[in-house]
T-cell receptor, first 112, second 115 residues
Framework: NAGVTQTPKFRVLKTGQSMTLLCAQD?????MYWYRQDPGMGLRLIHY???????AKGEVPDGYNVSRLKKQNFLLGLESAAPSQTSVYFC???????????FGEGSWLTVV | KQEVTQIPAALSVPEGENLVLNCSFT??????LQWFRQDPGKGLTSLLL?????REQTSGRLNASLDKSSGRSTLYIAASQPGDSATYLC??????????????FGTGTQLKVEL
């Protein structure tokens, strides 16, 4: 089973460029999440979705947009990348509230 | 706002030792707590999910306990092995903002088990 798959795994962007991170899950989960992980800050929630066609802001949503057009996919977009967005990004999914959350392998993004 | 703290931040033990990792949270109105493992350069792997109605959950050499009233959870690892070396994180869901299973994470305990 693939579980949660993120692409790309590594990317270097110049300030002001845009890009999209793709997350796909094959577990028929309703809930999907995007987190970022930074040294000393732990994991922080960027955006999440509780079902196809829905999105909501998390703790650190500024500078990011998301879309959930298909149940299995959750896209994270950076419209104008900034050095402060250099981080490791993790996608995750769960069946519903109170269930185990499954994480992808991470996407390393550097903005120069 | 929920805050999750893990102490110690790093721990080094000899192989075979039993050890305890600690997690504390400020808001006891949680409905579960999860322990995760993260290897360098990898994502998080869920180890144990303990519901608020449970006091303990076990998987192999791992045992997690939960005391909601005191805002504490412990992860007990028996007979530690070098393969247990990783960062261990605990996380609790946000109970107040319409569900969504949004987690607040601790910053983790980095464990090294030496031969």
């Amino acid at each position: 089973n693939a579980g949660v798959t993120q692409t790309p795994k590594f990317r270097v962007l110049k300030t002001g460029q845009s890009m999209t991170l793709l997350c796909a899950q094959d577990m028929n989960h309703e809930y999907m999440y995007w987190y970022r992980q930074d040294p000393g800050m732990g994991l922080r929630l960027i955006h999440y979705s509780v079902g196809e066609g829905t999105t909501a802001k998390g703790e650190v949503p500024d500078g990011y947009n998301v879309s959930r057009l298909k149940k299995q996919n959750f896209l994270l977009g950076l419209e104008s990348a900034a050095p402060s967005q250099t981080s490791v990004y993790f996608c995750a999914s769960s069946y519903s509230t109170g269930n185990t959350i499954y994480f992808g392998e991470g996407s390393w993004l550097t903005v120069v | 706002k929920q805050e999750v703290t893990q102490i110690p931040a790093a721990l080094s033990v000899p192989e075979g030792e039993n050890l305890v990792l600690n997690c504390s949270f400020t808001d006891s109105a949680i409905y579960n707590l999860q322990w995760f493992r993260q290897d360098p350069g990898k994502g998080l792997t869920s180890l144990l999910l303990i519901q608020s109605s449970q006091r303990e959950q076990t998987s192999g050499r791992l045992n997690a306990s939960l005391d909601k009233s005191s805002g504490r959870s412990t992860l007990y690892i028996a007979a530690s092995q070098p393969g247990d070396s990783a960062t261990y994180l605990c996380a609790v869901p946000d109970a107040y903002t319409g569900g969504g299973n949004k987690l607040t994470f601790g910053t983790g305990t980095q464990l090294k088990v030496e031969l």
